[in-house]
């Protein structure tokens, strides 16, 4: 089945060290996001990408890193520079031509605890 | 980037229609309406969006204002998997074509059986 999966679902991480989230679609969107969710909050945009080896900064990308080497996949790289990286991360994507409805499609998420 | 308004929270009955309320005074003319709901420890799905006219889906409706600031997104028969965050979200391209979605903190529905 088409969707996006995001790895892994639960991760913990020592201060200090830098820790990569995985996100793939086989949607072939050409969009692809990454959104950050705190308790009781909303999402609030961290980066995106509209094609491969572009990406924009969102509202929050100060201590974050992204890539996007191929169209499926979009990491992201929470750094020790994120003051307070524990929170729920959400990656998803949307088409921008053909049959664009504007919907993002979002996968299950990954939930990030600094210890 | 225009903002949209909602309750914090609302409570309803099984069985029984839900009507949620978004106010977006602000709207410009290119700007979408979009509902996604959230169930607790999931990603956000789609729901519903227009633009002018009233839209209905296999999910919900919604109802949309004449002067386009304010939408209501209905659901006809609420049931308790329809508890969940529902945000209002206005939806509009930038010059490259993407969008840069603003999700505030939405409006927690609980359904009571």
């Known amino acids: 089945d088409g969707g996006i999966t995001q790895s892994p679902k639960y991760l913990f991480r020592k201060e200090g060290q830098n820790v990569t989230l995985s996100c793939e679609q086989n949607?072939?969107?050409?969009?692809m996001y990454w959104y950050r969710q705190d308790p009781g909050q909303g999402l609030r945009l961290i980066y995106y990408?509209?094609?491969?080896?572009?990406?924009q900064k969102g509202d929050i990308a100060e201590g974050y890193s992204v890539s996007r080497e191929k169209k499926e996949s979009f990491p992201l790289t929470v750094t020790s520079a994120q003051k307070n990286p524990t929170a729920f991360y959400l990656c998803?994507?949307?088409?921008?031509?053909?049959?664009?409805?504007?919907?993002?499609?979002f996968g299950e998420g990954s939930r990030l605890t600094v210890l | 980037d225009a903002k949209t308004t909602q309750p914090n929270s609302m409570e309803s009955n099984e069985e029984e229609p839900v009507h949620l309320p978004c106010n977006h005074s602000t709207i410009s003319g290119t700007d979408y309406i979009h509902w996604y709901r959230q169930l607790p420890s999931q990603g956000p799905e789609y729901v519903i969006h227009g633009l002018t006219s009233n839209v209905n889906n296999r999910m919900a409706s919604l109802a949309i204002a004449e002067d386009r600031k304010s939408s209501t997104l209905i659901l006809h028969r609420a049931t308790l998997r329809d508890a969940a965050v529902y945000y209002c979200?206005?939806?509009?391209?930038?010059?490259?074509?993407?969008?840069?979605?603003?999700f505030g903190q939405g409006t927690r529905l609980t359904i009571n059986p």
């Open positions: 979200i206005l939806r509009h391209l930038s010059i490259q074509g993407a969008q840069k979605l603003v």
């Open positions: 998803a994507s949307s088409k921008l031509a053909g049959g664009y409805t504007g919907e993002l499609f």
């Open positions: 990408s509209q094609i491969v080896n572009d990406f």
């Open positions: 949607l072939n969107h050409d969009a």
